[in-house]
T-cell receptor
């Protein structure tokens, strides 16, 4: 079982719709969770971080964390063609661990005009 | 503010040659990470430094790979000798603290080994 799993997609949504990206992780004691956006040919860009159960909103983006289910998601409201990218979920173990971020393989999102 | 700086942006070399990739982290960041990204394996952590000291190099694939961080503002990743399977995009990232670990990535170096 992969440590961090994402559906590879591609996920296609029409412009203006809500895009829902999902991520599950295997290490129950994971503490910090991140979503990165990566445009083709570019580097990953941090867009959201979440540390506590529940929802965290930032503009059109909402991150949701459920530690009991070992599940983290990213919702993008009013999707725009400029949101078309690969979204990487990253998970960090508890403080003090020698291990650092583990990335999922990414979900490719296409927003259709 | 300058972000993470990497050089070169593109490198094409022949099998057996030595390759050196360079990274300048964001000023004030005390952790530095080297990643490799391929279609097959995704984004993999190779090694990371904390306060210029290598903490975990378990991701370094072989002895052909080595990394150094002689000071807080510079790091290198060296491959000697290079092989075609080393072809990938190599990213450097830095962060301010160990706990929060919000990492910021450089633009990457696209390496092609012929």
């Amino acid at each position: 079982q992969k440590e961090v799993e994402q559906n590879s997609g591609p996920l296609s949504v029409p412009e203006g719709a809500i895009a829902s990206l999902n991520c599950t992780y295997s290490d129950r004691v994971s503490q910090s969770f991140f979503w990165y956006r990566q445009y083709s040919g570019k580097s990953p860009e941090l867009i959201m971080s979440i540390y506590s159960n529940g929802d965290k909103e930032d503009g059109r983006f909402t991150a949701q964390l459920n530690k009991a289910s070992q599940y983290v998601s990213l919702l993008i409201r009013d999707s725009q063609p400029s949101d078309s990218a690969t979204y990487l979920c990253a998970v960090r173990p508890p403080s003090g661990s020698a291990r650092q971020l583990t990335f999922g393989s990414g979900t490719q999102l296409t927003v259709l005009p | 503010d300058a972000g993470v700086i990497q050089s070169p942006r593109h490198e094409v070399t022949e099998m057996g040659q030595e390759v050196t990739l360079r990274c300048k982290p964001i000023s004030g960041h005390n952790s530095l990470f080297w990643y490799r990204q391929t279609m097959m394996r995704g984004l993999e952590l190779l090694i990371y430094f904390n306060n210029n000291v290598p903490i975990d190099d378990s991701g370094m694939p072989e002895d052909r790979f080595s990394a150094k961080m002689p000071n807080a503002s510079f790091s290198t990743l060296k491959i000697q000798p290079s092989e075609p399977r080393d072809s990938a995009v190599y990213f450097c990232a830095s962060s301010t603290t160990y706990v929060n670990n919000e990492q910021f990535f450089g633009p990457g170096t696209r390496l092609t080994v012929l």
